[in-house]
């Protein structure tokens, strides 16, 4: 089995190729260019460098954010239309899922973060691989108050930002270090890998992003709706 996981959630894009469950390739971009611009082409690139095709792939996985809303559209886009034009199932899986595959030695709680706006992150929480905390947007206060007592790693771009503030808040707390922090194509495959074998796989409808907030265009609209009926 041929599968192809991708991500482009975050500021990286990241794509990877599994052959009967073993890492074949997986290539990241983590440069400021649009997601749109460097998707396909490292897809292509990546797939001909091992002398295959997009129809070969018999699997597709997808990360669904939370993340950039224009970041997380692009990734499901692309996959979606793989998926539809093969016929081939899908697998979808959160960027917090991701994260936390990344830091599964860790022997505590793994507090996936991805910056969000407003002083938020989004965030979800894993211990030995099972969620305890459901994907949510808090503050990095609230976080910290859900932490306090637990042997804690923090994990992604969200933690990153706010380690001095995390380290005040929770002194002894463990930030993750460097690439780490990096979503990877080749964490999300091995989530998929997971899933694919408890029967979890869906058509390319069943890919639908997973954003907790709404957009900045949403919530533009609702206050100027707002604005409108105050002035009736």
Do not use: W
């Given at each position: ?83 539809k034009t093969l016929e081939k199932p899908c697998v979808s899986v959160t960027s917090l ?136």
């Amino acid at each position: 089995m041929l599968l192809l996981s991708v991500d482009s959630s975050a500021k990286a894009s990241t794509a990877a190729l599994f052959a009967d469950g073993e890492l074949l390739c997986e290539y990241t971009q983590n440069q400021n260019k649009t997601h749109s611009v460097k998707m396909l082409p490292m897809i292509e690139r990546m797939l001909s460098d091992v002398e295959l095709s997009v129809s070969d792939v018999d699997v597709f996985a997808c990360g669904v954010g939370p993340g950039s809303f224009t970041g997380v559209r692009i990734g499901v886009a692309t996959v979606r239309g793989f998926a539809k034009t093969l016929e081939k199932p899908c697998v979808s899986v959160t960027s917090l899922e991701i994260l936390a595959n990344q830091a599964s030695c860790f022997p505590g709680t793994v507090f996936s973060l991805v910056s969000a706006r407003e002083n938020e992150c989004y965030c979800a929480a894993y211990e030995k691989g099972e969620e305890v905390l459901a994907p949510c947007a808090l503050t990095v206060e609230e976080i910290a108050e859900k932490a306090q007592g637990l042997n804690a790693l923090f994990i992604g771009d969200g933690a990153q930002a706010n380690a001095e503030k995390l380290k005040a808040l929770l002194p002894g707390c463990a930030i993750a270090a460097g690439r780490l922090n990096v979503i990877s194509a080749a964490s999300a495959g091995e989530v998929a890998l997971r899933k694919v074998a408890e029967g979890k796989t869906g058509t390319c409808e069943g890919l639908i992003p997973l954003y907790l907030k709404k957009s900045q265009a949403e919530r533009e609209y609702e206050e100027k709706q707002r604005a409108m009926n105050q002035e009736k």
